[in-house]
């Protein structure tokens, strides 16, 4: 009885040291997919949308939060909360909004969960463009991939 539960406990063991491997390699595997948007319905700022995708279940298809994966753009509240932030963070906003008004179909590429749960996806329009390739060649975004923010848009 006592050699199975030495086994028992061993094999406890070897598991529990395998796990954290095993979480750690699915963490770093992101599954992404692919969106067309049926409707964009609010936005907040230059990297932030809302839309109704084009799926068939509302739950998950309806209002979601969308971040524009890559860029980071002037923020509308919170910031520096300078005039100069807010102003810059207007004008990426129209941007986004020119954007998605000049183009006939909205794509999302290469989507996962981020952080806050919302999507954070590459954003392209029915020309084939990318709305973190305009925002960072207007000077109104620059790349950004997670972590501590570097720009300081208030300068």
């Known amino acids: 009885m006592v050699k199975i539960a030495k086994k028992i406990?061993?094999?406890?063991?070897?598991?529990?040291?395998?796990?954290?491997?095993q979480a750690k390699n699915a963490k770093a595997h992101k599954v992404t997919q692919n969106f067309e948007v049926q409707e964009?319905?609010?936005i907040y700022d230059g990297d932030t949308i809302t839309a109704?995708?084009?799926?068939?279940?509302?739950?998950?298809?309806?209002?979601?939060s969308i971040r524009v994966?890559?860029?980071?753009?002037?923020?509308?509240?919170?910031?520096?909360?300078?005039?100069?932030?807010?102003?810059?963070?207007?004008?990426?906003?129209r941007?986004?909004?020119?954007?998605?008004?000049?183009?006939?179909?909205?794509?999302?590429?290469d989507c996962f969960r981020g952080k806050y749960f919302r999507l954070v996806c590459k954003v392209r329009n029915d020309k084939g463009r990318y709305l973190e390739d305009v925002l960072i060649n207007s000077a109104l975004a620059v790349p950004y991939f997670g972590g501590?923010?570097?720009m300081d848009w208030s300068k």
């Open 40 to 42: 964009v319905t609010k």
């Open 69 to 93: 994966y890559g860029i980071d753009t002037p923020e509308m509240h919170g910031g520096t909360n300078t005039k100069k932030e807010k102003y810059l963070a207007r004008l990426a906003k």
């Open 52 to 64: 109704n995708l084009a799926c068939s279940e509302p739950l998950f298809c309806k209002k979601i």
């Open 95 to 109: 941007i986004t909004v020119n954007f998605v008004e000049n183009s006939e179909k909205i794509y999302l590429d």
């Open 148 to 150: 501590t923010k570097t």
């Open 9 to 21: 406990l061993v094999m406890c063991i070897i598991l529990m040291m395998a796990m954290p491997i």
